[in-house]
């Protein structure tokens, strides 16, 4: 039995004895995806791409094949600002981040609209080289140029490169050099914008500063003299103040205690919450279980309780003797619930009372110190109020004097600074060009073949890999946790030998399970509509059957009957599940390739069996006439018959067609036989690529037909696996 996290019942390989239930069967088929094969079932999606890519890059390389020149000037930002008076504190970068945004802010605003427009208007005549066509506006070339600046800050340096390219070469340089100067006559200008506006405004902030100094002192004075002191410090304790802490922190204290108390009333207390009488309950119950009077009875029931259980031990019901004792038995369960029932009321009385009268006591202590509280506060209030002004007037005074220092600093620096040199400049200016960088119609047509060629071949690979699709046992491996106990190849491509072997080999895997574990039932079910399950039943046991061992196949597919299982001798299935003949009656004999079967019979145009809970137990008592029954189910996520069939039957086979079930599908069914709890599950693929994976499949068959192994592929392989 193999475990599997998807689905927490027995999943049995029938390959596999119970010894080596703890063992993994390998499942044939990894999921490598084979180039070559890949190719091989999507020729033609490789073709399409690499037609599309290469008919897309002939266009691009006619377009962009077109040579073009470029020419970068290089602008310093120093980190460091030189004044006269004393540091530029407003510009000064103080750390690598500061440093860094400053960087950002100069890339940003070199391109800024009014600055490249400002370039292109002092060009004069010589902007006519970006102009396109000649007649176009100045606006409306600004603002491509915007976008045709390249600007980038040149990592562990000082310096911004700005760069631009164009099919043009002659006057670009012009442009850049333009640009760059204009950008520096604006840094220029913004570092101390507006400075005899900012001066005059800061002279008017230190006057009103001035004036509100001497209002505040004025009233400092007069609440000096009110209160009697001399000084207002923060260090002095109002005398008042000392009592009102006390008496606050004592009803704190009292607060929570009530709280506290309030709370546990509440918490038994049916009025204050609902749930409240049934804490009452559980708590009286807990009391009530550690008295000592109902220990005692219970220890001296429990005494007469197993002499009682002991007499009754081998008697019938309908003995006299066992009557007596469950009557006996009954009246002490009554005593001992109506013993604990008067306790537990008492106990609940009591436990009510008590946190009653402990929320009445706390709450009288809160209300008397608050009063004591107010009381106080009032008295401190007048003083408290007066003495804080006259500190806080003192706190402003000393502020407002800093403020006006920091002012006055200000309209020095300023006043100084306004002409001092700035932090940037021109480090390196922009050269006309002379060779193109880039361009060449024939090297870009030759880069959309290569890249034509690559995607035209990972193409394939990529479908593939992408395919929700399951296609190799393994595949199914990795969803369920455990390898499918078989896998048949397509019809037409197996041929009928190698269709055969692997029908058989499928039926002997299920014997060895049968024989070891006694399974006698199989239920196969398919995760979609028309996966193959009646094919599949219907040679399977015929495959059994030809190994010795009765077998039959039933059809319980109400949901869509195979017309091969029709037979006019047999009322079917539906005519035996309601009971008007036994399971022997109904059964079809094999002929040819076809097993002993009992076909489903007239459903009346329902989708579901009649009677169905009978299937199993009818199925069971046939053991004696067939040792193994193959069960033809709808799919299990289309039908309730399915669910409810295999909830009984010993093995549960989900059939699973290849290149049809996807992933999530196949998840979904293992989803539903986890919820329904089935006592094992196995899985078959059916319908499976010759050319599916690696290359298994292929493999397998060759290795059947011809008896040959295929030698190692690659030239590694060749070479060094020896």
């Given amino acids: 039995m193999t475990p599997v996290e998807q689905i927490p019942v027995e999943t049995r390989d029938p390959a596999q004895s119970d010894e080596e239930g703890k063992k993994t069967l390998p499942a044939p088929g990894g999921a490598a995806i084979s180039l070559t094969r890949s190719l091989r079932r999507h020729r033609r999606v490789a073709v399409l791409v690499a037609f599309f890519i290469a008919a897309a890059g002939l266009p691009v390389a006619w377009k962009k094949g077109i040579p073009v020149y470029s020419t970068t000037a290089v602008v310093y930002i120093s980190p460091h600002f030189v ?32 600055i490249v427009l400002d370039a292109l208007q002092r060009l004069g005549p010589r902007k006519s080289s970006w102009l396109d066509p000649p007649n176009e506006a100045v606006e409306h070339a600004a603002e491509r140029l915007q976008g045709a600046l390249t600007i980038v800050p040149v990592l562990d340096t000082y310096q911004i490169t700005v760069s631009l390219e164009s099919t043009r070469k002659y006057g ?39 004036g509100e100094i001497g209002e505040r002192q004025a009233r400092r004075l007069e609440l000096a003299q009110e209160l009697g002191v001399s000084s207002f410090t923060e260090n002095f304790v109002n005398p008042y103040d000392r009592l009102l802490v006390g008496a606050k922190e004592a009803l704190a204290s009292a607060q929570r205690l009530n709280i506290d108390a309030m709370a546990q009333l509440a918490a038994v207390s049916e009025k204050d919450r609902k749930g409240g009488g049934e804490t009452l309950q559980a708590e009286a119950e807990t009391e009530a279980a550690r008295d000592t009077s109902l220990a005692s009875l219970e220890a001296a029931q429990n005494g007469r309780r197993a002499q009682l259980m002991s007499a009754m031990s081998g008697l019938s019901p309908e003995h006299p003797g066992r009557r007596a004792s469950e009557r006996e038995l009954t009246e002490m369960d009554k005593e001992l619930s109506a013993v604990t029932a008067r306790l537990v009321r008492s106990w ?59 002012l006055q600093e200000r309209i020095d620096f ?37 890249a034509a060629l690559l995607f035209g071949l990972v193409a394939p690979a990529a479908v593939d890999f992408m395919d929700p699709r399951l296609q190799t046992p393994r595949s199914v491996e990795t969803i369920l946790g455990f390898a499918p106990i078989g896998w048949l190849l397509r019809k037409e491509e197996a041929g009928p030998d190698f269709a055969y072997e692997q029908v058989l080999r499928l039926a002997s895997r299920i014997l060895q399970d049968h024989q070891n574990n006694g399974t006698r039932i199989f239920a196969f079910t398919s995760v979609k509509a028309r996966g193959g399950t009646s094919s599949i039943v219907m040679q399977t046991a015929a495959a059994v059957v030809r190994l010795g061992v009765p077998a039959l196949a039933v059809e319980a597919n109400a949901y869509r009957a195979d017309p091969r299982y029709r037979n006019n001798n047999s009322r079917g299935l539906t005519f035996v599940l309601r009971g008007n003949e036994d399971l022997e009656a109904g059964v079809v004999r094999g002929e040819g390739e076809m097993p002993d079967y009992i076909p489903l019979g007239d459903v009346e145009e329902q989708k579901n069996l009649p009677d169905i809970q009978r299937l199993i137990d009818i199925l069971r008592a046939s053991a004696e006439a067939y040792s193994v029954v193959f069960i033809d189910l709808p799919p299990i996520l289309a039908s309730v018959d399915a669910e409810f069939i295999a909830r009984g039957a010993d093995v549960v086979v989900l059939v699973v067609e290849a290149d049809t079930v996807t992933k999530d599908e196949l998840k979904q069914a ?9 006592a ?14 690696d290359g298994f499949a292929r493999e397998a068959r060759s290795q059947f037909v011809s008896g040959a192994i295929s030698p190692s592929n690659g030239w590694f392989a060749r070479h060094f696996w020896k």
């Avoid at 293992?670 to 089935?678: G, H, K, N």
């Fill in 83 to 114: 004044a006269n008076l004393q540091d530029g504190k407003e510009i000064e970068a103080k750390s690598d981040n500061q440093y860094h945004d400053y960087i950002q802010q100069n890339a940003k605003t070199i391109n800024r609209f009014d």
């Fill in 172 to 210: 670009l340089a012009d442009i850049v050099n333009g640009v760059v100067n204009g950008f520096i006559r604006s840094a220029k200008s913004e570092e101390f914008f507006a400075s005899d506006e900012r001066v005059k405004n800061l002279t008017v902030d230190r006057t009103r500063l001035e």
């Fill in 348 to 406: 609940s009385k009591s436990i009510l009372d008590r946190r009653n009268s402990e929320a009445y006591k706390t709450d009288r202590v809160v209300q008397q110190l608050t009063a004591e509280v107010n009381q106080q506060a009032s008295q401190a209030m007048y003083y408290t109020k007066n003495y804080q002004e006259g500190v806080q007037l003192g706190v402003e005074i000393e502020a407002a004097r800093k403020r006006i220092d920091s």
């Fill in 414 to 450: 300023l006043s100084l600074e306004k002409n001092a040199p700035g932090f940037v400049r021109i480090f390196s200016a922009a050269r006309p060009p002379s060779l193109p960088v880039k361009g060449g119609r024939r090297k870009l047509f030759g880069m959309a073949m290569v």
């Fill in 670 to 678: 293992a989803a539903c036989l986890e919820r329904i709890r089935v």
């Fill in 680 to 693: 094992a599950v196995s899985a078959v693929m059916n319908k499976v690529s010759i050319d599916a994976g």
